[in-house]
């Protein structure tokens, strides 16, 4: 298996195969999504692929990973197996999607200086056959090897509990602090974001 680094217009050539792996990859608990909502990502993708210091990475089975061929449901040779993607988080920071709830958990001081700029893991998919095996490691570490002076961070869902526990495996830290219960979003910066912690 072979990770490959993909530009904007070259992950959307792979549209099927990546419908293919986000059914699989949440298809399952704590997601449960379907066709609609992979079907929204790749609608979503083809707006992000235009965003500032977009970057793709995609496992593929086989040598080259480039011919296209079963990547949708087949097992051949070129088979998606897996992709993260991310961007460079804009200033001033976004107000849709889950960001105020970001901006809220860190305040307005460190959202700037900590997120604005860096770069904001936005997805990671990896087959369900596949985790256990270190692909979603890999592809982390693959697109974050291209952070700006090793900033990076990500969002996720706090109900969503294998995903903390593997952020946190990777040595990512939580900053913010969610709502009670156990709702909102878990704020991760990565390994090497020059972000102090000590307050």
């Known amino acids: 298996m072979r990770t490959r680094v993909l530009s904007g217009r070259e992950v ?7 419908h293919a792996v986000y059914l699989d990859a ?14 929204a990502y790749l609608s979503r993708l083809a707006l992000d ?4 210091g977009f970057l793709a990475v995609a496992a593929f089975a086989g040598d080259d990973g480039g011919d296209g061929e079963d990547e949708g ?22 107000g849709g999607r889950s960001y105020p709830l970001v901006a809220a958990a860190l305040g307005p001081r ?8 860096s770069q904001e893991i936005d997805e990671v998919a990896v087959r369900a056959e596949e985790r256990g095996a270190g692909l979603g490691a890999a592809l982390v570490g693959e697109v ?6 090793g900033a990076a961070w990500l969002m996720t869902s706090v109900g969503a509990e ?13 900053v913010g602090h969610p709502a009670p219960g156990g709702s909102g979003v878990a704020v991760f910066l990565g390994p090497d974001h020059p972000a102090d912690l000590t307050f």
């Open 26 to 39: 949440f298809g399952g608990p704590p997601w449960h999504e379907g066709v609609t909502h992979a079907d």
């Open 73 to 94: 449901s087949g097992g051949g040779k070129g088979r998606m197996r897996g992709f993260c993607t991310a961007w460079t988080t804009p200033s001033p920071f976004p």
């Open 144 to 149: 974050t090897r291209h952070a700006p002076a």
């Open 49 to 52: 692929a235009d965003r500032s």
């Open 110 to 117: 460190r959202t700037a200086d900590w997120l604005c700029g």
């Open 162 to 174: 294998s995903a903390v526990r593997f952020y946190r495996r990777l040595g990512w830290r939580q």
């Open 12 to 18: 959307l050539s792979h549209g099927e195969a990546i």
